[in-house]
């Protein structure tokens, strides 16, 4: 605290990242990155953007990116935002879409950073509990609120919504936006996007951190109705003109067209989640139903926290939030079938 802090910053509570130690032979399983690389025609285009046109602003619309996403999803161009990471997409939602006098509702067991953006743009919000089995309740988002927002799968849980739930959200708050923030959902969810045709108040948020490895280039989008995006450039062009710069087009480009790899590799983590839920369940874990590339599991007689720690002490991370309902669970992000190997081989010792 210093007295030359503003009120707004004084009153933040930030965001807490998985860490990112900088030891080697790490196990990293905290954060959800993809364990395979990127496209090799990712790396390509950087190389091929990496030059004298670096001294150029980038492309403040980023229009080719835009194309790209909408060639993808069979939608417009101008359906689609573009930003640095879905984090920056998300936090230009809640202060243009998501701001209202009624509360935003969103589930109490869910993405961390949706309370540290209503503390950062002042939005009145309300969190509504998961049922017993971290499942959401369509119903309990029928009351009169300013916005609706949950990942989906949903984040720690894993766990996924049919999209005829989501349908009966979007039609129960025709004068709300419902965002749907799909980060995970190439691991097995279904995407919304179709429904955007349909419903003018839906907005799907993705990003290219996870299922197309690319976390360290920060690209992130929206995709809904023209008049939402318009909201979130109104907000982008009053914040930063040039979110993505050059690389991040290019790259975000080439892994947008490389279909291949986008298939072989999430597939790939797919598998190695089924084989890691068999190998936990038969440890004693209950795991959660996922469809991300992370699972969401506890073992009834040992605590989470010690396990965790019996973990690190191995050089194998995984995450562990210290919060009500979820204290005794632990997130373990599916890695190559070695890095799934030495967390069950490590967790076998430990609990011997
Ligand atoms: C990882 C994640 C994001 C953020 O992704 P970036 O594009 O890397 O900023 C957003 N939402 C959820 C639920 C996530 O897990």
Sequence with gaps: MSRYWSAVVRGLTPYVPGEQPKLPNLVKLNTNENPYGPSPKVLEALRAETGDTLRLYPDPNADRLKEAVAACFAVTPKQVFVGNGSDEVLAHVFLGLLKHDQPLLFPDITYSFYPVYCGLYDVEHQTVPLTDAFEIRTEDYARPNGGVIFPNPNAPTGRALPL?????????????????????????????????????????????????????????????????????????NSFNSYPLDRLAIAGAVAAMEDKAHFEQTRQAVIRSREALVKELAALGFEVLPSAANFIFARHPQRDAGELAAALRSRSIIVRHFRQPRIEQFLRITVGTDAQCQALTSALREILR
């Design 164 to 236: 005829a739930d989501i349908e009966k959200i979007l039609a129960a708050n025709p004068e709300s936006v419902v965002v749907v923030d799909e980060a995970y959902v190439d691991f097995g969810g279904e995407t919304a996007i179709p429904l955007v045709a349909k419903y003018p108040n839906l907005l799907v948020v993705q990003t290219l951190s996870k299922s197309r490895s690319l976390a360290g280039l920060r690209v992130g989008f929206a995709i809904g109705h023209p008049d939402l995006i318009e909201a979130l450039e109104r907000v982008k």
